[in-house]
C-alpha cells in the first residue's frame, strides 16, 4: 500500500476499486481498518481510499514530531496530489472532520462533497467548544470509559460484545493521542472563515451519542453555510462501526446527490 513522505512523517493510505474517488477519514480511536465495512460496500462503486492521519498506525511521525490536527488538510491535500486526485467526496468520522472540514473551507475545487459523523468539528462555537472539552476530558481520561459503553447504544453494548472487542483491539494499533489539541486557537474555523461556503455538506449523529451528545451534530449544522443533517436513530457515535447498513444507505444516497457515478478525476 502507498505511502508519501510530509513534514518528517511518513503519510499511509489504501486505495480500493475504482470510479470517482471517496476518500474515509477515521476518528480518534481509528485507521483504515476501522473503515471494514464500508470499504466491499463502495469499492465497486468508486475509488475509495482510507488514509491513517499522522500519529496513526502507520502513518508513523519521525523522534520529535507531533501529530497535530493543524497538519491534517494539508496531509490530506498531499495524499489526494499523489493520486492525480483534483476533487474527491470526503467521508469524516469524529477526528477526521479536522482534516476535511478545513480542506473544504480553504480549497473547496479539491472537495466535491463533506459527509462528516459523530463529530463536533472545528468550526467554533462556545456551545460547540463546551461539547469538545467534555469529549476529550473523556478521552483523555481512560479508554475503558468508551469500552465500557460511553458513546455506544447500550443494546450494541450487550448484545454484540464481539463490535466492542474489535473496535478496542483496532485502537491498541494507534500510538497515544493528544485530544485536546483539538481545541487549540490555531484549528478554530470562525464563522467569518466559512463565508461563501458552498460544498455539499451533511452533518451525522446518533441519537445515543453520549460521548458527544445526541444533539451536537445538529448545533454544528447550523455553523456551517447549507449544511444538512441526519440523525441515526439506534446508534451512537460511531455509527459506520455499529450499524454499516444504516450508515452506508445513507452515506450512499448523499453520494448519489452530489457525485459522478462511475467517473474518475483527472
Same mark, same amino acid.
Given at each position: 500500500?502507498?505511502?508519501? =513522505? ?9 486505495? @480500493?476499486? !475504482? ?14 481498518? !476501522?473503515?471494514?465495512? =464500508? ?19 502507520? /502513518? ?15 496531509? &490530506? ?15 469524516? =468520522? ?8 478545513? +480542506? ?68 491498541? &494499533? ?15 474555523? @470562525? ?15 446518533? /441519537?445515543?451519542?453520549?460521548? &458527544?451528545?445526541?444533539?451536537?451534530? +445538529? ?18 457515535? /460511531? ?15 448523499? +453520494? /448519489?446527490? @452530489? ?5 474518475? !478525476?483527472?
Amino acid at each position: 500500500m502507498p505511502t508519501i =513522505q510530509r513534514n518528517d512523517t511518513t503519510l499511509y493510505y489504501e486505495v @480500493h476499486g !475504482a470510479g470517482y474517488p471517496v476518500v474515509f477519514v477515521h476518528g480518534g480511536g481509528g485507521n483504515t481498518m !476501522a473503515f471494514y465495512q =464500508q470499504v466491499p460496500h463502495f469499492r465497486d462503486r468508486y475509488q475509495v481510499i482510507t488514509v491513517d492521519l499522522r500519529g496513526f498506525k502507520q /502513518s508513523v511521525c519521525a523522534p520529535g514530531v507531533v501529530s497535530h490536527p493543524i497538519d491534517y488538510p494539508d496531509d &490530506l491535500r498531499a495524499i489526494l496530489d499523489a493520486e492525480n486526485i483534483s476533487s474527491a467526496a470526503l467521508v469524516c =468520522q469524529s477526528l477526521g472532520a479536522w482534516a476535511g472540514l478545513p +480542506l473544504a473551507v480553504r480549497n473547496p475545487e479539491r472537495v466535491s462533497c463533506l459527509f462528516i459523523n459523530g463529530s463536533p468539528t472545528p468550526a467554533y462555537s462556545e456551545k460547540n467548544w463546551q461539547t469538545l472539552r467534555r469529549a476529550t476530558g473523556i478521552f483523555n481520561d481512560t479508554a475503558a470509559k468508551r469500552d465500557a459503553g460511553i458513546g455506544w447504544n447500550r443494546r450494541t453494548v450487550r448484545e454484540r460484545p464481539e463490535v466492542m472487542f474489535l473496535y478496542s483491539q483496532i485502537k491498541q &494499533l494507534n500510538p497515544g493521542f493528544d485530544s485536546t489539541s483539538m481545541m487549540d486557537d490555531c484549528v478554530k474555523l @470562525h464563522p467569518e472563515d466559512m463565508a461563501g461556503y458552498k460544498v455539499p455538506t451533511m452533518i451525522a449523529g446518533g /441519537s445515543h451519542d453520549d460521548f &458527544l451528545n445526541p444533539e451536537s451534530h +445538529l448545533h454544528v449544522a447550523t455553523l456551517i453555510p447549507g449544511a444538512a443533517s441526519h440523525t441515526f436513530p439506534d446508534t451512537g457515535h /460511531s455509527t459506520y462501526f455499529e450499524d454499516a447498513d444504516a450508515f452506508n444507505q445513507v452515506l450512499d444516497a448523499f +453520494l /448519489s446527490r @452530489h457525485v459522478t457515478r462511475g467517473v474518475a !478525476a483527472s
